[in-house]
């Protein structure tokens, strides 16, 4: 079923590429008179791949159908809580192999429920990206912001399975962050409202890698989590969405048009990395967009400090100047390599960074840390 899923999900792009083509071309509307409008063509192209569906997936043509991707569906299970700890690694690739064998492991320095933050320190959460884990993600920064005094806590959200959209990537044991943001969300809510329970704090500082960005930023607006937070930092977040290097802007402009194409897509990426492309609803909804705005809800709330980091070598949030909020005086964007060239951190390797450490450091204790770090740090080949 899947090689049969892979070959019409790529034969559907062919098609449907072409069609946009055409239909974007100079001159497309003179070229065939009387040329049917674009949710005829579109409703022939979904009843088309319909004919040819018999494990029952049903293309849907949305120029006419309005399909909702915000609202959660099945509840996910509480977290899990991590099992053991690793130990500290200077990249990730050794990390991502130590969590394929040790999946529930925490990094370094997390997950100690009897701590209790400092005078002047928040416990500080961080939230893993699509497809990473508590511990191939952040198996650096925890230890170091452990050791700067801080209660550091590492969760595993989004677990879920192949038959429940969660991707290719759950075939990997170590693989988290797979399901729908908004399910996501409402699986972390209690797991911060237990972390501020257990140290006794009455705000977290929130750190955000990828989709833990979008996730957080998802989870202040939808369940009043910006009254719980007092500085919130991503790292190569997809705040605006990411084209996924041009499959994700591909899909949605195909979908925008009249076919399903994500149905086939979704299998593969799963529904967190399309709820993450261009214009999804899910997006939409966390930037207050149409047909999600809301007067009374925002996209960035004054009462949380807010820094954005970016890197020039991110090739999975591209463009990568996508993840910067602009236009609030409380949101700082940062691109890694101003002032540091030397440091070649792309989207894997980003949470190796010292410099990008030293981001977090500074914006969490500014007197304490004055000045970023700069140093060698490599492109995706990160150990």
Not at 142 to 157: D, E, H, S
């Amino acid at each position: 079923m899947g090689s049969t899923v892979l070959r019409r999900g790529l034969a559907v792009l062919a098609s449907a590429a072409t069609f946009v083509g055409v239909m974007a071309s100079p001159g497309a509307a003179h070229a065939v008179p009387h040329a049917p409008s674009a949710s005829d063509v579109a409703q022939r192209l979904t009843d088309y791949i319909n004919a040819g569906s018999p494990d029952g997936r049903r293309a849907v043509n949305v120029l006419e159908h309005d399909v909702d991707w915000t609202g959660p569906t099945r509840k996910l299970p509480p977290v899990q809580s991590t099992v053991g700890t690793g130990p500290r690694q200077a990249g990730f690739w050794p990390a991502f192999a130590y969590s394929q064998v040790h999946p529930r492991v925490a990094p370094p320095g997390a997950d100690d429920w009897s701590c209790k933050p400092k005078a002047g320190q928040n416990p500080v959460v961080l939230l893993h990206g699509t497809w990473e884990n508590a511990y191939d993600n952040w198996a650096a920064f925890a230890p170091a912001l452990k050791k700067a005094g801080y209660c550091v806590f590492t969760p595993n959200y989004g677990r879920t399975d192949l038959l429940d959209i969660g991707g290719l990537g759950t075939i990997l044991p170590g693989s988290n962050g797979v399901a729908k943001v908004s399910r996501s969300a409402e699986q972390i809510d209690p797991y911060i409202t237990k972390v501020l329970s257990a140290t006794g704090a009455s705000k977290i500082d929130l750190i955000g890698h990828s989709q833990g960005g979008l996730l957080g930023r998802y989870w202040m607006k939808r369940w009043g989590g910006h009254r719980k937070v007092d500085h919130f930092i991503t790292y190569g977040a997809t705040n605006n969405g990411t084209t996924l290097l041009g499959i994700g802007w591909l899909g949605r402009a195909i979908n925008n048009v009249g076919i399903d194409i994500l149905a086939p897509v979704t299998l593969l990426v799963g529904s967190a990395g399309i709820d993450q492309t261009i214009d999804s609803p899910t997006v939409k909804y966390v930037n207050n967009r149409a047909p999600y705005r809301d007067p009374n809800q925002k996209s960035v709330y004054p009462d949380v400090d807010y820094t954005i980091v970016a890197s020039r070598y991110d090739e999975v949030t591209t463009p990568f100047d996508r993840t910067f909020i602009r236009g609030y005086r409380n949101v700082r964007n940062i691109t890694l390599q101003d002032g540091c060239e030397r440091d070649t951190s792309d989207h894997i390797s980003m949470s190796y960074s010292p410099r990008a450490l030293s981001i977090a450091l500074h914006t969490l204790d500014p007197e304490k840390y004055p000045t970023l770090v700069c140093s060698t740090s490599p492109w995706f080949f990160s150990f």
